[in-house]
Structure formats: structure tokens, C-alpha cells
T-cell receptor, first 115, second 113 residues
Framework: GAVVSQHPSRVICKSGTSVKIECRSL??????MFWYRQFPKQSLMLMAT?????????EQGVEKDKFLINHASLTLSTLTVTSAHPEDSSFYIC???????????FGEGSWLTVV | GQNIDQPTEMTATEGAIVQINCTYQ??????LFWYQQHAGEAPTFLSY????GLEEKGRFSSFLSRSKGYSYLLLKELQMKDSASYLC??????????????FGKGTSLLVTP
């Protein structure tokens, strides 16, 4: 199946700093990618939809100025958590839709810990 | 919005069959997905249903009834490695992003010897 790679897999940052997470589709082009957040023992919550060449679409309650999304190419989307706080500590997962197919594949996820 | 409901936990015995149910409510149904997720890892794709009926793929089968807003995932010949969380996800064509998946809370399956 299609491969989606996320980096870094784990990151620890200090409160108030920013951290960038990358999501790459390795063997296919992805016009659309999605960013989710998952707290322990809870389900995946959609944060935003990342569209190549245009602005991301954010879900209700997600601050677009805090969670910056850039989808600069057909294979790369980035999520930047700005001015991170401990409550932003979570598992962040990206997914990508294979163009002209229905299947959506997930990256390996990134554990963010803000101290 | 969508209401996606599935049982929180289930336990089954190695070698047995288990059925995990999922009910949903959505205005613009455009497909239902099942994913498996082991603790601390990303979900892996299991199945996709958009038309009524049963889709079989090895030990895993998924059923959909759109009129009832109901799906189930059937796991046969259970193995210990099947212990994981199983996520039901629905796609709604009228959502902000027509292709995004909205997930249920997941069913934690424990397979015992």
C-alpha cells in the first residue's frame, strides 16, 4: 500500500517554542492531506485539511494561528505548533488521500511533549 | 456532524470470531472505513465500504447497511496480535473537507489465550 512518512516520530520542546512536524507521501501524489490529534485513550480528532497550493481548512475550535499548516508540494505538508504549551502535548498524525482513490493512509504519528 | 458509536471494550478468545459493531448518523454518507490501531502507533487501514453488503479480506470482513446506519467488522480465527483498538470512521461529503474521516472512539479488543 501507499506509504506516508512523518517526521519526527518523537519531539520534546520547551514551553513557548515552536515545533514543526513533516508529513510526506513517499510513492504517490497527495493533493489533500489531513492532520489529526489524539490524546491518550481517545479517538483521533480532525484538526485541519491541508490542500496543496491553498490555505488549510480548519475544524471548529482549532486555532489556525497556533497550528500553522503549509502544503507546499504534492508530497509534503507541514504542521507547526507555535508557542507550544504543555496542554499541546499529544500524538499528532497526518494522513493522505491517494488521488482518484478512496483509501486514506496514515503516517506513523509524532509524539509531542512540551515541558 | 456525525455520531459514531462503537463499544468501548471487547474481549474474545484466541481462535474465536468477534464482531465489532458501529452505528453512525451523517447527512452525506460517503463511505465507512475500519482501521486497526496498536497502542502508540498510527492506524492501519483494514477495510472500506460504500455500498451495502459484505466485503471480505482474509480473516477480516466488514458489513454495511446504509439504511440502518450500521456497520460491523468481523474478525475470524483470532490471534493474540489482533489485540488492538479498532476504529470506525465515516466520511461525509458535506463536511468542511469532503474527504476527511471522522472517527468513533474506538473499540479496544483484548484477545486472551
Amino acid at each position: 500500500g501507499a506509504v506516508v512518512s512523518q517526521h519526527p516520530s518523537r519531539v520534546i520542546c520547551k514551553s513557548g517554542t515552536s515545533v514543526k512536524i513533516e508529513c510526506r507521501s513517499l510513492d504517490f501524489q497527495a493533493t489533500t492531506m489531513f492532520w489529526y490529534r489524539q490524546f491518550p485513550k481517545q479517538s483521533l480528532m480532525l484538526m485541519a485539511t491541508s490542500n496543496e497550493g491553498s490555505k488549510a481548512t480548519y475544524e471548529q475550535g482549532v486555532e489556525k494561528d497556533k497550528f500553522l499548516i503549509n502544503h507546499a508540494s504534492l508530497t509534503l505538508s507541514t504542521l507547526t505548533v507555535t508557542s507550544a504549551h504543555p496542554e499541546d502535548s499529544s500524538f499528532y498524525i497526518c494522513s493522505a488521500r491517494v488521488n482518484r482513490e478512496n483509501t486514506i493512509y496514515f503516517g506513523e504519528g509524532s509524539w509531542l511533549t512540551v515541558v | 456532524g456525525q455520531n459514531i458509536d462503537q463499544p468501548t471494550e471487547m474481549t474474545a478468545t484466541e481462535g474465536a470470531i468477534v464482531q465489532i459493531n458501529c452505528t453512525y448518523q451523517t447527512s452525506g454518507f460517503n463511505g465507512l472505513f475500519w482501521y486497526q490501531q496498536h497502542a502508540g502507533e498510527a492506524p492501519t487501514f483494514l477495510s472500506y465500504n460504500v455500498l451495502d453488503g459484505l466485503e471480505e479480506k482474509g480473516r477480516f470482513s466488514s458489513f454495511l447497511s446504509r439504511s440502518k446506519g450500521y456497520s460491523y467488522l468481523l474478525l475470524k480465527e483470532l490471534q493474540m496480535k489482533d489485540s488492538a483498538s479498532y476504529l470506525c470512521a465515516v466520511r461525509d461529503r458535506y463536511s468542511n473537507s469532503g474527504y476527511a474521516l471522522n472517527f468513533g472512539k474506538g473499540t479496544s479488543l483484548l484477545v486472551t489465550p
